[in-house]
């Protein structure tokens, strides 16, 4: 799971700046092509790779108006206004996916929803891959105020369950429903097209476990 492609340099090693270009300029999608071909090629067949996840917490949504966690509506819409430009994340991932399949067609290709690999930016795309190979992966940290670093700086420190954070334009209390409705939409999107829950894979989650309350959230 690559942290940067080309036209997206991990943050953390490009001076704290978010790098947009893969997201505004197709032809880092033939560079990223190309790059997984032949990481394809050297890594098919070996015995400790269980999958290709394309790109870690892709973000296109990031410099534009959609917000983080917004309604399922809102990243439904941007998803269809994105057809066709460089922040068409499907259309992205079916490049690199067909690049992959030129030198490997057997290993799995896992692919995160947008804005860092959230389950509601996963649940928004209206159809999935055709291909049975392919994973859908989500990172899940909500809500991240309580359960980052930060929290840790907090004179009172945010308690899980209770916390209350804001979620979809809304403040929520979390507890373990809203943990089941945020991530269950990676799932229900999952069974509304007829894929295997196995399809879904949680590929990050966790909390600081300094956080007195981190097992309880586990």
Same mark, same amino acid.
């Given at each position: 799971?690559?942290?940067?492609?080309?036209?997206?340099?991990?943050?953390?090693?490009?001076?704290?700046?978010?790098?947009?270009?893969?997201?505004?300029?197709?032809?880092?999608?033939?560079?990223?092509?190309?790059?997984?071909?032949?990481?394809?090629?050297?890594?098919?067949?070996?015995?400790?790779?269980?999958?290709?996840?394309?790109?870690?917490?892709?973000?296109?949504?990031?410099?534009?108006?959609?917000?983080?966690?917004? %309604? &399922?509506?809102?990243?439904?819409?941007?998803?269809? !206004?994105?057809? /066709? @430009? #460089?922040?068409?994340?499907? *259309?992205?991932?079916?490049?690199?996916?067909?690049?992959?399949?030129?030198?490997?067609?057997?290993?799995?290709?896992?692919?995160?929803?947008?804005?860092?690999?959230?389950?509601?930016?996963?649940?928004?795309?209206?159809?999935?891959?055709?291909?049975?190979?392919?994973?859908?992966?989500?990172?899940?940290?909500?809500?991240?105020?309580?359960?980052?670093?930060?929290?840790?700086?907090?004179?009172?420190?945010?308690?899980?369950?209770?916390?209350?954070?804001?979620?979809?334009?809304? %403040? &929520?209390?979390?507890?373990?429903?809203?943990?089941? !409705?945020?991530? /269950? @939409? #990676?799932?229900?999107?999952? *069974?509304?097209?007829?894929?295997?829950?196995?399809?879904?894979?949680?590929?990050?989650?966790?909390?600081?476990?300094?956080?007195?309350?981190?097992?309880?959230?586990?």
């Amino acid at each position: 799971m690559p942290l940067s492609l080309p036209g997206a340099r991990w943050r953390q090693q490009n001076g704290g700046r978010f790098d947009d270009r893969l997201w505004s300029d197709r032809n880092y999608w033939s560079q990223a092509a190309q790059l997984w071909a032949a990481l394809a090629n050297a890594l098919k067949g070996h015995l400790a790779v269980a999958a290709y996840n394309i790109v870690n917490e892709p973000a296109p949504e990031r410099t534009q108006s959609l917000a983080e966690n917004a %309604p &399922l509506g809102d990243n439904r819409r941007f998803l269809a !206004a994105q057809v /066709g @430009t #460089a922040r068409d994340l499907p *259309a992205f991932y079916s490049r690199v996916i067909d690049a992959i399949h030129q030198v490997d067609a057997l290993t799995p290709v896992m692919v995160e929803g947008g804005f860092f690999a959230n389950p509601r930016n996963l649940a928004a795309r209206q159809e999935p891959i055709p291909d049975e190979r392919v994973l859908y992966a989500f990172h899940m940290y909500e809500p991240y105020a309580a359960t980052s670093a930060p929290n840790m700086q907090r004179q009172e420190p945010l308690r899980y369950p209770g916390a209350i954070a804001e979620y979809a334009g809304e %403040p &929520l209390t979390w507890d373990a429903a809203a943990v089941e !409705a945020h991530i /269950g @939409t #990676a799932f229900r999107w999952a *069974a509304s097209h007829d894929l295997r829950p196995t399809r879904v894979v949680g590929s990050e989650f966790g909390c600081m476990r300094s956080w007195t309350d981190c097992g309880t959230y586990l």
